[in-house]
């Protein structure tokens, strides 16, 4: 019992307390974006969404999940019980673990290791493993479909993600999220996607590969976050809702949380690795450990409300499509910028 | 008892509670996602061993990749639910002889090893680097092997992918 007591009072409270900070923040970032989200894609249609529950429908995020917490948690007679339970937690869980690494501010990431960016790209291939076992687990075709879909998608996009990762750490030379991120401070010039801090010469030479890879990384980062046009795995016009279509209640509103925390991360890695992470776009003007929170999120909103913007604007691909952009588009496209990119550092 | 040790044999318990799942599940599909967590607490394990490297690339390539395509394939060729795949006991003989030598073999190394503890070894936090200059150095004819490998791996992929159309 002794040690037990120590624990809880040196280590353990500290560390889960810690480790559930990011927590607060994807409940608070989800409500928004799902609000966001809702209000974006009405207007784009020409409707006005919420509009009765508070000012212009604010408080709809909240009443949805009120309604969500008492649904009723149903599961499918002839499905595999233990995996069905297991599934939703497992995909939120991979995606938590990115958030690990993800450096909000000079002094606030939860794990300053030397590997980050390389982390990052390994945990975005855990998420997959909860979808597969949602779509096998529901023994229903339809989900079944949708988790092989994400398979092969994920698998396939992981490929231009990683790539698009070596051309940033070819760059500033570093594994570590803090690093890349230091490299790039000092203003909206100084950002990877313009080149980064280098002679002009270099810089320039380096610009149109790093804008090139930047767009691919973004492109990869929608499709492994399977939003349109990249939502095959859910393709509600062909699957109903896809791996998901047996959950209710709760476990339906952890995969839900799960895409939007996802959302972030992937917005995240292009905002750290290619526009300044949380380095102020006027060198030191409104920079410092609080505003790095500040330029972090907002980066990384703004990405999301592209993403948003993306997903109610474009069609679906088709699985063949799919398949040849990220395989014969994407992927060569970014090895002629790691080549080109190794030549002109060296020179 | 620190939280070190005890988040290690959570590791250990999440390994061999799995590897016990695969080798005695008649559930095919369970006993592939049961790899997968073993793959995961072998991870764990790797970075008490101080290689962060190899545990990352052990989530990225083995449970990211290759469990990945494994489910994949069980979840094509099964007729969906109630897979009628072979778990009965078969050659029981070579069996035992075999996990006898690969056990010995473990056992042994296990044994002949110099362990060290955790407080002995100066923490080294650039491995990548180090790795990365290894290879190119050192082991450069390895590291092109495996390259060479790889290549004629893919090329093959996409030779009996191609043929399968034409037929």
């Given amino acids: ?25 994807i409940i608070l970032m989800v409500l928004v974006v799902l609000y966001t989200e809702m209000k974006v894609a009405a207007h784009i249609q020409d409707r006005v969404a919420y509009m009765r529950t508070g000012w212009h429908g604010v408080l709809q995020p909240i009443a949805d999940m009120l309604k969500l917490l008492q649904k009723e948690d149903i599961i499918p007679t002839k499905a595999d019980k233990l995996l069905f339970r ?41 998420v997959v493993i909860g979808i597969l076992m949602a779509g096998w687990a529901s023994n229903n075709k339809w989900s079944l479909f949708g988790g092989v879909r994400s398979a092969a998608q994920m698998i396939s996009y992981e490929i231009p993600t990683a790539l698009a990762v070596i051309i940033a750490v070819m760059i500033t030379g570093s594994l570590n999220l803090q ?53 095959l795995p859910e393709a509600e016009s062909e699957l109903v809702q896809g791996f998901n279509t047996e959950y209710s209640g709760m476990r339906f509103a952890m ?35 609080v505003w790095g929170v500040f330029w972090f999120t907002s980066k990384a909103f703004l990405f999301i409300l592209i993403q948003i913007w993306i997903r109610w604007t474009l069609p679906r691909l088709r699985v063949d499509q799919l398949m040849y ?13 790691i080549f080109a990119v190794g030549l002109i550092l060296v020179i | 008892m620190d939280l070190y040790t005890i988040i290690l044999y959570f590791f250990a318990v999440v390994t061999l509670g799995s590897a016990c799942i695969v080798v005695f599940s008649r559930n095919i599909v369970r006993a592939a996602f049961a790899l997968l967590f073993a793959f995961f607490g072998v991870a764990g394990i ?27 394939s069980v979840m094509l060729t099964s007729h969906q639910i109630n897979v009628d795949a072979k778990t009965g006991t078969i ?30 070894l100066p923490v080294i936090d650039t491995t990548a680097a180090k790795i990365g ?13 495996a390259s060479v490998v790889l290549l004629v791996a893919l090329v093959g992929a996409a030779m009996i992918a191609r043929r399968e159309k034409k037929g």
Avoid: H
Avoid at chain 1, 3 to 9: E, P, R, Y
Avoid at chain 1, 111 to 120: E, P, Q, R, Y
Avoid at chain 1, 258 to 269: G, I, P, Q, R, W
Avoid at chain 2, 91 to 111: E, Y
């Fill in chain 1, 86 to 126: 297991a599934a939703p937690f497992i995909a939120f869980t991979g995606t938590y673990v990115a958030y690990a690494v993800l450096p909000f501010s000079s002094i606030y990431i939860g794990s300053n290791i030397n590997l980050g960016a390389f982390f990052l790209v390994a945990a975005g291939s855990l």
């Fill in chain 1, 179 to 231: 690093e890349v991120t230091k490299f790039q401070d000092g203003g909206i010039g100084n950002w990877l996607v313009f080149g980064g801090p280098l002679p002009w010469m270099q810089k320039l030479m380096l610009m149109p590969f790093t804008v090139i890879t930047f767009f691919i990384l973004f492109v990869a980062s929608i499709a492994e976050v399977n939003r349109t046009p990249f939502d």
């Fill in chain 1, 325 to 337: 952009v990220s395989w014969k588009v994407l992927t060569p496209w970014l090895f002629v910028c």
């Fill in chain 2, 133 to 145: 200059e290894l290879l190119l150095t050192n082991y450069l004819l390895p590291f092109e092997i």
């Fill in chain 2, 46 to 72: 790797y970075i008490f061993l101080l290689a962060d490297f190899i545990a990352i690339t052990q989530l990225l390539i083995y449970v990211g990749g290759i469990m990945v395509l494994m489910l994949f």
């Fill in chain 1, 255 to 289: 995969f839900y949380l799960s895409e939007y925390a996802n959302l972030f991360t992937v917005s995240a890695v292009v905002v750290s690795l290619f526009l300044g992470g949380w380095s102020s776009p006027f060198g030191a003007f409104m920079s410092g450990p």
């Fill in chain 1, 1 to 25: 019992m002794e040690f037990i007591q120590t624990l809880l009072a040196n280590q353990l409270v500290v560390s889960i307390l810690l480790s559930a900070l990011p927590l607060v923040f």
């Fill in chain 2, 91 to 120: 050659q029981t003989l070579p069996a035992i002889l075999i996990a006898a030598c690969v056990g010995g073999g473990v056992i042994w190394v296990f044994w002949i090893t110099d362990w060290k503890e955790k407080s002995d």
